[in-house]
């Protein structure tokens, strides 16, 4: 008998099976495929009905932890609006870079003032403040076109940008030059350029021209007409032997040369002479003019009746004092004078004046003194002299050119210095009051 506690013990025959494996539907570990089976006689049980049986639900698994920084940039990602792409907004930060660098370049360009130019005329504009109506009427006397504002129109040019001026009046120039400076366009310009420094030029526009005139920083006046056209001034005015002044323009069609009609080129003149010492004082004039009657009335020297005298102007003591040269002299004439040495000092000593008679005769320059006179200083001629009131006349020369001068604007005169008693005056003051019964103080 087979030990039932033994599940691969087989069962004797006639016993009963405690492992029946025919009887028992299911699964047979030991059965072979059925193409195999071939002394299988009994049919096969029914399958049994199908149980619904449930799938159980799967166990969720845990992700493993993120680390802290990568979870709070993820929460921040997530919590931040779309932020442009990191290519766009290096490109962007690349852009500013290279605009600030290449303002900070144009520095010095900016600093420059711009330029007025009509024609072939230009100039530097320096009033800040200066608006293009306000350049209209400061260069209306060089150019009478502009005297109708209503046909002159302005523009600007700098670099690649033209802007037009709608508003002369009150647009000031430099700030639309700050205008332009401060425009991306110009900044995007200005690097693609060849030209990296560009004169800001302003330049007006005449809808009727008229002849005119320039500006001094483009025009000159010049000893001969080969100066003027060797030089670079636009207009020359030239001396003409014939007295006139003519004015040169130099233009694209030629040069053009007439005697200049407009005045206003130059400033008024008057010759003469502008003393940079003190006037000479009378005491000095009274004993020079004491020697000169001596030598007229007395006839010293056999007859001598002309002498010679030199004033100097010491820098170190700072006043005049006379000095008589070795001279000879006659009658009419004064010659072979011999001064000192020392005073060829220039450096303390100025020449200033030379003053001689001419006896009884009028005080006139000779063609003798013409020829005698020609450093450039003061000359003086006493005449007259057997009169109580002797003439004097006083000129300069001024490169072999003389001119006259008044005596009482280099030299102290007898009627204008000295003092009198105050009861002179009171005395002409009662005499007056009595005649014209007018009180006066």
């Known amino acids: 008998m087979n030990d039932p506690n033994n599940l691969f013990s087989f069962p004797e025959e006639g016993e009963n099976s405690f492992f029946d494996l025919g009887s028992t539907p299911g699964f047979n570990p030991f059965a072979a495929d059925e193409e195999e089976s071939v002394g299988l006689t009994t049919p096969p049980a029914e399958p049994p009905t199908p149980v619904e049986v449930k799938a159980p639900e799967p166990t969720p698994v845990e992700k493993p932890a993120e680390p802290m920084a990568v979870k709070a940039q993820t929460e921040t990602q997530a919590a931040a609006p779309a932020a442009q792409p990191a290519g766009n907004l290096l490109e962007m930060a690349m852009q500013k870079q290279e605009e600030a660098d290449t303002r900070k370049a144009a520095a010095p360009i900016f600093a420059q003032p711009p330029v007025f130019k009509f024609s072939t005329a230009e100039e530097e504009i320096t009033d800040p403040k200066l608006t293009f109506e306000g350049l209209r009427a400061e260069k209306e006397s060089d150019f009478p076109e502009f005297a109708d504002g209503s046909k002159v129109s302005w523009s600007m040019t700098y670099g690649k940008i033209v802007k037009q001026v709608s508003d002369p009046k009150k647009k000031v120039i430099y700030d639309l030059k700050k205008e332009i400076e401060a425009s991306k366009e110009f900044v995007d310009a200005l690097k693609k350029s060849k030209d990296k420094s560009p004169k800001c030029i302003v330049t007006p526009r005449v809808t009727a021209k008229s002849k005119g005139r320039m500006s001094a920083s483009y025009k000159g006046i010049f000893p001969t007409i080969e100066d003027a056209q060797a030089s670079d001034k636009v207009i020359c005015f030239v001396p003409s032997r014939d007295g006139q002044m003519y004015?040169?323009?130099?233009?694209?069609?030629?040069?053009?040369?007439?005697?200049?009609?407009?005045?206003?080129?130059?400033?008024?003149?008057?010759?003469?002479?502008?003393?940079?010492?003190?006037?000479?004082?009378?005491?000095?004039?009274?004993?020079?003019?004491?020697?000169?009657?001596?030598?007229?009335?007395?006839?010293?020297?056999?007859?001598?009746?002309?002498?010679?005298?030199?004033?100097y102007w010491d820098k170190e003591m700072q006043r005049f004092f006379t000095y008589i040269p070795q001279q000879k002299v006659t009658a009419t004439s004064v010659e072979e004078i011999v001064v000192e040495d020392y005073l060829y000092d220039t450096s303390r000593f100025i020449h200033y004046a030379d003053i001689h008679s001419h006896n009884t005769m009028a005080a006139v320059f000779s063609k003798t003194d013409d020829a005698d006179e020609q450093g450039n200083r003061l000359y003086i001629v006493v005449g007259r002299l057997d009169q109580f009131y002797p003439e004097i006349t006083v000129r300069i020369c001024n490169g072999g050119t003389f001119w006259p001068v008044a005596p009482e604007s280099v030299m102290e005169c007898p009627y204008c210095d000295g003092d009198f008693s105050d009861e002179w005056l009171e005395r002409i003051a009662s005499q007056r009051r009595f005649v014209r019964g007018v009180c006066l103080p």
């Open 247 to 311: 004015e040169l323009r130099k233009t694209e069609q030629g040069q053009f040369i007439t005697p200049t009609a407009n005045m206003l080129s130059f400033d008024e003149v008057k010759a003469g002479f502008i003393p940079a010492l003190p006037l000479i004082p009378y005491e000095l004039i009274r004993e020079i003019i004491t020697l000169f009657r001596h030598l007229c009335a007395t006839g010293s020297f056999g007859g001598v009746k002309e002498a010679l005298a030199y004033i």
